[in-house]
């Protein structure tokens, strides 16, 4: 009986492994939003505080990597620039990790902006700028994954003499532009939602 050599596929087919390990993503994530799959356990409140905040650091700690990452390759430096981007991908995965977690175990929070708070008089304006960047880093994160990928599973199959060769160049640098776009947002939504203004559950 014939066997598959998972590398070898992959290698020569990598949009294909591409779009199986989008559809997993798409479906853990959706699986947690909608609560069909009991993967998580119930996590209590000052949990879902500290999984905000261990959120916030890796997703900080992965926009650094990502971005020394694209620096090294500018230099031309493959090696730095291949443990750079398997680092910030290996984050990314930690973050996965923990949003999904968050979300099947606990709650999500909604911005609240009291009197007193810094631009409370322009509240409305405020919020609308929030939901704005929340909802830019929500499409980025979405759109991104089969990108990020896509440029993953060329970088893991194929050496890097043969990488030119591939789309990963274009696809690297479309993925770094929609990957560190959406952290940032993320780190900054964090802050505003944490620690310049108020939340309730929801």
């Known amino acids: 009986m014939a066997t598959v050599d998972a590398p070898r596929y992959a290698y020569e087919h990598p949009r294909r492994v591409t779009a199986v390990l989008s559809v997993i993503g798409y479906a853990l994530v959706a699986s947690a939003f909608a609560d069909l799959l009991p993967l998580f356990p119930e996590l209590s409140r000052e949990t879902v505080l500290l999984f905000s905040d261990a959120i916030a650091v890796v997703n900080s700690i992965a926009l650094l990597t990502l971005l020394a990452g694209a620096a090294f390759i500018k230099r031309g430096d493959v090696r730095k620039h291949r443990a750079a981007m398997l680092a910030a991908f290996a984050l990314i995965c930690v973050f996965l990790v923990l949003y999904?977690?968050?979300?099947?175990?606990?709650?999500?929070?909604?911005?609240?902006?009291?009197?007193?708070?810094?631009?409370?008089?322009y509240a409305g304006t405020v919020?609308?700028?929030?939901?704005?960047?929340?909802?830019?880093?929500?499409?980025?994160?979405?759109?991104?994954?089969?990108?990020?990928?896509?440029?993953?599973v060329l970088?893991?199959?194929?050496?890097?003499s043969e990488l030119v060769d591939t789309s990963h160049p274009t696809v690297g640098r479309i993925a770094v532009a929609a990957w560190s776009t959406s952290l940032f947002l993320g780190v900054v939504t964090y802050w505003m939602l944490n620690h310049v203004y108020s939340w309730a559950p929801r």
């Not at 970088?155 to 890097?160: A, R, S």
């Open 155 to 160: 970088g893991l199959t194929h050496d890097p």
């Open 100 to 121: 999904l977690w968050k979300v099947g175990g606990g709650f999500e929070k909604g911005i609240v902006i009291e009197e007193g708070q810094f631009l409370a008089a």
């Open 127 to 152: 919020k609308l700028a929030y939901l704005a960047m929340l909802a830019v880093h929500i499409l980025l994160s979405v759109l991104a994954v089969p990108v990020v990928l896509h440029a993953v």
